[in-house]
């Protein structure tokens, strides 16, 4: 997949960015800076998945035109950040893979369910590469999303009775109520 291009704010070419600054007030405005910037990257490039062991080799965690890359250490404690606001989850006990939700798992909920009851198909059986890739929902904002990402969704409607999942070794699908 090609990178969009994204317009990066100016603290993207700020050396000191990419440093973790020890002075409170500005280190929050430092950490709210990257939170938006990196919920902003992700949705625009479709990124469900950060491997931080790995992100180095993204543009948001590297800027070589000033020769910066922002310390692993740092960029977790930032997707820890958006963790407290559910925009992220660590999918491994050392955290070095994190599921980023430029939606919460609840509005990625809500808009399926939207969609499901618009297109009148509740009391229907969906696969979830229909729900995640089916022509139909092209142009929506869950088009494309993660199966991961798809499931933990889907799972806050299930507690909302709203569908039940149906996940076994040959079907991977949902019903809605």
């Not at 100016?10 to 990257?34: D, I």
């Not at 000033?66 to 930032?78: H, M």
């Not at 070095?96 to 939700?101: D, F, G, N, P, S």
């Amino acid at each position: 997949m090609s990178e969009v291009e994204i317009e990066w704010p100016w603290q993207y070419s700020f050396p000191p960015f990419f440093t973790l600054q020890p002075h409170p007030e500005t280190r929050s405005k430092q950490v709210s800076a990257w939170k938006s910037l990196i919920l902003e990257y992700c949705q625009k490039n479709r990124l469900f998945i950060i491997d931080v062991r790995e992100a180095h080799q993204l543009p948001l965690f590297h800027n070589s035109s000033i020769n910066r890359k922002l310390d692993p250490s740092v960029i977790i404690s930032i997707l820890s950040e958006l963790s407290k606001t559910g925009n992220a989850a660590a999918l491994d006990k050392p955290r070095h893979r994190w599921e980023v939700y430029w939606h919460t798992l609840e509005e990625w909920a809500s808009m399926i369910y939207e969609y499901v009851c618009d297109s009148g198909m509740q009391n229907s059986v969906l696969t979830l590469f229909e729900l995640a890739q089916g022509d139909d929902v092209q142009g929506r904002d869950f088009a494309g999303i993660h199966t991961d990402v798809l499931i933990k969704a889907l799972r806050v409607l299930e507690s909302e009775r709203k569908c039940e999942l149906i996940l076994s070794d040959e079907d991977q699908g949902v019903k809605f109520f």
